[in-house]
């Protein structure tokens, strides 16, 4: 039979993440707490101090990247007691500020030098990351990628273009994966490099999304000069190092936690709402909202459960390859459907973007989630790419 209530520890250890939370987070940060990252919205000053004093509580615990040795300022919890915390926080709707999925894979493959430079900045804080993957001509097919790094003494050279590179304009470092062969087959001439924005020759450019935020860019590179031994792992096998990380990128972007909660709110939104004309919730009308709404219920149940099987081969020290790319294709289809629920079930208020007027439905979280959302099954590799690598790595059929 399988058990998923809390043994008595980790029914302790739930009790001191809620009782951490109740005495730590800061008062502003308290309501709206899941728009404190609202795309497209700045932080008010007031808000960025609190989220400074709540970072630095967190640091202070290991709680930023808790699956860590402590030695690098995680806290060394399991598997089970991550996600204990994950679903605490989802619950109270504490802000969970973690790490970039970059230090897992630096834990993975880095030198004792590299993580002992890269680690500890990460989880304070000093140190934000982007990912320089894409190029124009190189998304599902990744390996084709044309950025050139040319050795030259103890540096690389490089040149070349990045597209989509999320918040490229605020990070001060890339992890980036270049060809420094080009003779070689296209995934052994590969390498992934660390390298600081801040290097002369970069050029970053943004580009616009149509959720009316601006998180991506283009970024370009003009004989930038990065020492070679920031490369992570060897050098032209920096393919199964990219790869790690697209594993670990998956597995965070399709967990679960935090959908229940968002149904949660959806649910209560609706329920007070009343139909004008009817005077009745339209959650209290047969069929339709009522049937939507419950699908989503269940859907998040059977998230919860592909989740939780992440963290138990997490827990056994497999890092999860297919079914990382099952929980994101389900989690992030979900997420779009979430989303498109809410605005179908708001009506034609649904519709509204305008944050500041009355009449948009919190503050325009569910159009702009909506919006925001088509992009969920494209980032981190497209749904059509999950479905190949579940159907070759995980059904064991030929490639296409
Ligand atoms: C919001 C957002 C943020 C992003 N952030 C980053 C970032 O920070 N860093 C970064 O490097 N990249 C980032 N990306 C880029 C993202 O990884 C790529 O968009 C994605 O991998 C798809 O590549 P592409 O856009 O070139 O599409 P293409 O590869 O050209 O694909 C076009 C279409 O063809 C389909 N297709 C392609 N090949 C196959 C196949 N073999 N079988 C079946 N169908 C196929 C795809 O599924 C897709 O529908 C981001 C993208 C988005 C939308």
């Not at 959650?283 to 998040?300: C, K, N, S, T, V």
Request: hydrophobic share 35%.
């Amino acid at each position: 039979m399988v058990d998923f209530a809390d043994t008595p520890d980790q029914g302790r250890f739930r009790t001191e993440v809620r009782d951490f939370i109740e005495q730590n987070l800061p008062g502003e940060l308290e309501t709206r707490s899941d728009s404190v990252f609202m795309f497209g919205e700045e932080p008010s000053d007031e808000r960025r101090e609190a989220i400074k004093r709540w970072r630095a509580s967190l640091v202070e615990r290991g709680w930023i990247a808790p699956a860590w040795p402590k030695e690098y300022g995680g806290a060394d919890l399991t598997p089970m007691e991550q996600f204990i915390l994950s679903e605490t926080f989802a619950e109270t709707r504490a802000p969970r500020l973690g790490v970039h999925d970059v230090g897992s894979t630096i834990m993975v493959h880095g030198s004792d030098e590299q993580k002992r430079e890269h680690l500890p900045p990460l989880v304070r804080g000093d140190t934000v990351w982007c990912q320089g993957y894409s190029e124009p001509g190189s998304g599902s097919d990744l390996a084709s990628l044309q950025t050139r790094a040319v050795r030259d003494g103890d540096d690389f050279v490089i040149n070349g273009q990045k597209i989509w590179t999320s918040n490229a304009h605020n990070a001060n470092w890339m992890f980036a994966l270049v060809r420094t062969d080009p003779e070689a087959p296209k995934h052994r001439g590969i390498t992934y490099l660390l390298l600081s924005m801040k290097s002369p020759g970069i050029t970053v450019r943004p580009l616009h999304q149509m959720h009316g935020g601006s998180e991506f860019n283009e970024v370009f590179f003009e004989d930038v000069h990065v020492p070679a031994r920031n490369a992570v792992g060897e050098i032209n096998r920096g393919w199964y190092v990219g790869a790690t990380h697209l594993d670990f990128e998956r597995s965070s972007i399709g967990s679960a936690v935090g959908n229940e909660q968002t149904l949660d709110s959806l649910r209560g939104f609706l329920v007070d709402e009343r139909d004008q004309q009817s005077g009745r919730s339209r959650l209290a009308e047969p069929g339709g909202a009522r049937l939507d709404l419950a699908d989503r219920y269940i859907e998040a149940a059977v998230a919860r459960t592909l989740s939780q099987r992440i963290i138990s081969m997490q827990a056994r020290g497999i890092v999860p390859n297919y079914e990382a790319s099952m929980t994101k294709v389900f989690g992030t289809e979900l997420g779009q459907r979430i989303y498109r629920t809410a605005v179908k079930l708001m009506g034609a208020y649904g519709a509204l973007t305008d944050r500041e007027s009355a009449w948009t439905p919190m503050r325009a979280r569910w159009s702009t989630l909506h919006l925001r959302s088509v992009a969920f099954t494209i980032e981190g590799g497209t749904s059509e790419i999950q479905r190949n690598v579940i159907a070759t790595r995980g059904l064991g059929l030929p490639r296409g």
